[in-house]
DNA sequence: TTGTGTTTTATTGCCTCC
DNA sequence: GGAGGCAATAAAACACAA
């Protein structure tokens, strides 16, 4: 034996026969397009199934070696016979019967108990192993509709989160320009009032917020507005100032850890650089290069060679 | 009719489980 | 160690356009 399966030579024997007539019958295809048709045996079975086209091939049957083996040793024999029985070989194909009532069968139970595939073979007028071979390339077939369905659910949920976050982009960009519009209106309005610039007041139109220190893995945000309310136990909205422009923030006390909690109590809060992506810093053409997704567990290069 | 792409049936080798 | 599952693959059967 070549491979590592053991095939029994039990060959016909699942089908009801188990002579070299009927091997031959199935096997032999002399000059007509059917001669399994006119050669079968009839009333071998019950089953409403039998004298199909179907193949009877050579279960277990290791085509390198003899089909004959148990005839008396005759080498020669075998190999020639192997040779005109293997050169006129076909396969048959299950009727629309007998896939259907196999498709029956798998939808019930896509798996196959040793005793239900004796019971199909036996209805169905074939052999175990065609019935078991039939179930295991039905199964990759199911396999392979469900990775294809598989795909476009997440696919489908991956335009439905972009167009989202596509949105939410024009939305923060449209709030942006609007709060440039209002402080540079408040600006003129106090300056024809006559009140001192304010302190940030340079921050406003040109400077806005994300012209921070570029490339950082992590900043040290000094946190001002919020101290007060944090030390009265009141975790409040916190305003981090950073980069001259104010973002309203509200950290989950829950979720930080000791450091965070005495960073954040002296008034510093160490921020990973992904936590306040700049809008202007994310590429949507290209995967990240960092570590930060916004929420997509994106682990490497496949999930987006796979979205775009 | 023929060339070509797809589907179906079957084999092989490897792996896991009992 | 045998049985059975799966992935990869071969090859026959089939569908269909040119």
């Given at each position: 034996m070549?491979?590592g399966?053991?095939?029994?030579?039990?060959?016909?024997?699942?089908?009801?026969?188990?002579?070299l007539?009927?091997?031959?019958?199935?096997r032999?295809?002399?000059?007509?397009?059917e001669?399994l048709?006119?050669l079968?045996?009839p009333?071998?079975?019950?089953?409403?199934?039998l004298?199909t086209?179907?193949?009877?091939?050579?279960e277990?049957?290791d085509?390198?070696?003899?089909y004959?083996?148990?005839f008396?040793?005759?080498?020669?024999?075998e190999e020639d016979?192997e040779?005109?029985?293997?050169r006129s070989?076909?396969k048959?194909?299950?009727?629309v019967d007998?896939?259907q009532f196999?498709?029956k069968s798998?939808e019930a139970?896509?798996?196959?108990?040793p005793d239900r595939k004796?019971?199909?073979?036996?209805d169905?007028?074939?052999?175990?192993?065609?019935v078991a071979?039939?179930?295991?390339?039905?199964r990759?077939?199911w396999?392979t509709?469900?990775?294809?369905?598989d795909?476009?659910?997440?696919?489908a949920?991956y335009n439905?989160?972009?167009a989202d976050?596509?949105n939410?982009v024009?939305?923060?960009d449209?709030l942006k320009e609007?709060v440039v519009q209002?402080?540079?209106k408040l600006?003129l309005?106090?300056?024809?009032?006559?009140?001192?610039e304010?302190?940030?007041?340079?921050?406003s139109s040109?400077?806005?917020?994300s012209?921070a220190?570029?490339g950082?893995?992590?900043?040290v945000?000094p946190?001002v507005?919020?101290?007060?309310?944090?030390?009265?136990?009141?975790h409040?909205?916190v305003?981090l100032?950073g980069?001259?422009?104010?973002y309203p923030f509200?950290?989950d006390?829950?979720?930080?850890s000791?450091d965070?909690?005495?960073?954040?109590?002296k008034?510093?809060?160490h921020l990973?650089?992904c936590v306040?992506?700049?809008l202007?810093?994310?590429?949507?053409?290209d995967?990240?290069?960092g570590?930060?997704n916004f929420?997509?567990?994106?682990d490497?290069?496949?999930f987006w060679s796979?979205a775009?």
């Amino acid at each position: 034996m070549a491979g590592g399966r053991v095939y029994r030579s039990n060959t016909s024997a699942d089908a009801g026969s188990n002579n070299l007539s009927v091997l031959l019958q199935s096997r032999w295809v002399p000059s007509s397009s059917e001669p399994l048709d006119t050669l079968f045996i009839p009333g071998s079975s019950p089953s409403p199934f039998l004298g199909t086209r179907s193949m009877v091939s050579f279960e277990g049957v290791d085509r390198r070696r003899s089909y004959f083996r148990t005839f008396d040793g005759e080498e020669k024999v075998e190999e020639d016979m192997e040779e005109y029985l293997h050169r006129s070989e076909k396969k048959r194909r299950l009727t629309v019967d007998q896939v259907q009532f196999l498709e029956k069968s798998f939808e019930a139970e896509n798996k196959l108990e040793p005793d239900r595939k004796v019971q199909l073979a036996k209805d169905l007028g074939l052999q175990s192993r065609q019935v078991a071979i039939w179930f295991q390339n039905r199964r990759a077939r199911w396999k392979t509709k469900q990775l294809e369905k598989d795909y476009d659910s997440m696919q489908a949920s991956y335009n439905s989160l972009k167009a989202d976050y596509d949105n939410l982009v024009k939305e923060t960009d449209k709030l942006k320009e609007e709060v440039v519009q209002l402080t540079d209106k408040l600006l003129l309005e106090g300056k024809e009032k006559g009140e001192p610039e304010l302190p940030d007041a340079k921050t406003s139109s040109q400077e806005l917020p994300s012209e921070a220190a570029e490339g950082e893995e992590s900043k040290v945000v000094p946190v001002v507005s919020a101290k007060s309310d944090y030390t009265e136990g009141v975790h409040s909205s916190v305003l981090l100032e950073g980069a001259g422009s104010t973002y309203p923030f509200e950290p989950d006390q829950s979720d930080l850890s000791q450091d965070e909690e005495d960073n954040l109590s002296k008034g510093l809060l160490h921020l990973p650089s992904c936590v306040f992506p700049k809008l202007q810093d994310i590429d949507y053409s290209d995967p990240p290069a960092g570590s930060c997704n916004f929420g997509f567990p994106l682990d490497d290069h496949a999930f987006w060679s796979w979205a775009y």
